[in-house]
């Protein structure tokens, strides 16, 4: 692939094309409704009716009216209702039927933009922050290459309000802010990460961000400089069980725990550290930099990614993924890793790595994306064994999870070992 051109990440058939896929899959099965057209003229009905008593439409009529245009084979009219519906659910705070709705647009079109921002801020009403913030980040980055600014603050905006303490989404707001031309915005941004940073102990995000404030005139006095952080520094006088959440300020003993009551067991990957990249925290603390400018090669990777040469931000994002994992800072390794699996340059390792960060970071939604992710890799490469492993691991998870039944649907549950 040549690399002075301008090439996207990821690749999907047109949407016609995926669709027609759709319903050749689904006719095997029976149709929400025996007659669509029937179905649509009565959800029609009950809508002209609320109307004319003044009421709001009922989410549950739009929903149908979504799930009778599918059934019909109008998908554009369908994603409308869906998101209608979504909107519909969330004003009465029924926020796990606008994520059922929202969910139901990410399948049939999974390049919906709209699905991700609404999922964010659903996601973060429920109080499911790292759900919201893989969401909203998500659609931001994507809103952000297209050029779209002003959406990808809007975004940013939610999500900072959202994880506070997540000093590098502030970093990128302030940045946005500054290419749009609100600096008062910026600054008040970067002062913001400047002394979350200060209280973290944290000298170089304290001095890089000083610079950034120096680029934008701000000529404030700078903080008395963080406490140096090293790596004989005494470890702090907590419980050596305990586990200390770094956003609600809890307390956890041992490994954190997946929220719901979902523990996840340690698998054998987890547990054997014959490679580099899986070795246990304090083997790689050992070799990791002194420097920790992890964040910033992961904007590098974005850089040379955007420019093509996706080589060079293989070479950042998994020099990150390991130095991020070294400061057990998981959720960005997650975010990194999968930048790096979009990339398709990651390995077995890397992905098996990608899961077990998502399991420290202790959120059940990111464990199973990370399993996904290496199932439909392993289904790719045509090693069945190894997809049926991370499926039947995701079902752990969640025993109900679809992606999980219909992987090993497609790959057998009586295969031998690749």
Not at 380 to 387: I, K, L
């Amino acid at each position: 692939m040549s690399t002075s051109a301008r090439a996207p990440i990821f690749f999907a058939p047109p949407r016609e094309e995926r669709f027609l896929a759709w319903q050749k899959k689904e006719r095997r099965g029976p149709t929400r409704h025996g007659d669509p057209d029937e179905a649509i003229a009565r959800y029609l009905e009950e809508l002209r009716q609320a109307s004319v008593q003044g009421a709001l439409q009922p989410a549950s009529a739009l929903n149908g009216l979504g799930d009778a245009y599918l059934d019909k084979g109008d998908l554009d009219s369908a994603i409308d209702h869906y998101r209608q519906s979504a909107e519909a659910y969330a004003r009465e705070g029924m926020y796990d039927n606008a994520i059922a709705c929202c969910k139901k647009i990410r399948r049939y079109a999974p390049e919906n933009e709209q699905a991700g921002l609404l999922l964010g801020r659903y996601y973060g009403a429920k109080g499911l922050r790292a759900d919201a913030a893989r969401e909203l980040e998500a659609y931001a980055d994507r809103r952000d290459r297209a050029g779209e600014r002003k959406e990808a603050i809007q975004a940013l905006e939610e999500l900072v309000k959202i994880a506070p303490a997540r000093t590098l989404l502030r970093e990128k707001l302030a940045r946005l802010y500054a290419e749009n031309d609100q600096r008062d915005a910026a600054v008040e941004e970067y002062r913001a990460a400047r002394v979350e940073y200060q209280s973290r102990g944290d000298r170089e995000g304290v001095r890089r961000v000083t610079d950034l404030l120096a680029e934008q005139g701000d000529r404030s006095a700078t903080p008395v400089d963080a406490a140096p952080v090293t790596r004989d520094a005494p470890a702090p006088a907590i419980e050596p069980t305990a586990v200390m959440d770094p956003e609600d300020g809890i307390v956890l003993e041992g490994r954190p725990p997946i929220p719901l009551g979902l523990e996840i067991e340690h698998t054998s990957y987890a547990d054997s550290f014959e490679d580099a990249s899986l070795a246990p925290v304090e083997a790689v603390q050992e070799s990791a930099p002194s420097a920790a400018g992890y964040a910033d090669m992961v904007a590098m990777a974005d850089r040379s990614a955007s420019e093509g040469d996706f080589d060079r931000a293989a070479g950042w994002l998994i020099e990150a993924c390991e130095g991020l994992r070294s400061q057990r800072r998981w959720e960005e390794a997650v975010d990194a890793y999968r930048k790096l699996a979009a990339l398709g340059k990651a390995s077995d390792d890397h992905y098996s790595a990608w899961t077990e960060a998502a399991r420290q970071a202790g959120m059940a939604s990111l464990v199973l994306e990370a399993l996904s992710a290496q199932a439909h890799w392993h289904v790719d490469g045509g090693r069945r064994s190894s997809a049926r492993k991370a499926a039947e691991e995701m079902l752990l998870v969640d025993p109900k999870n679809e992606i999980a039944a219909e992987i090993l649907s497609k790959v057998g549950s009586s295969l031998p070992r690749d």
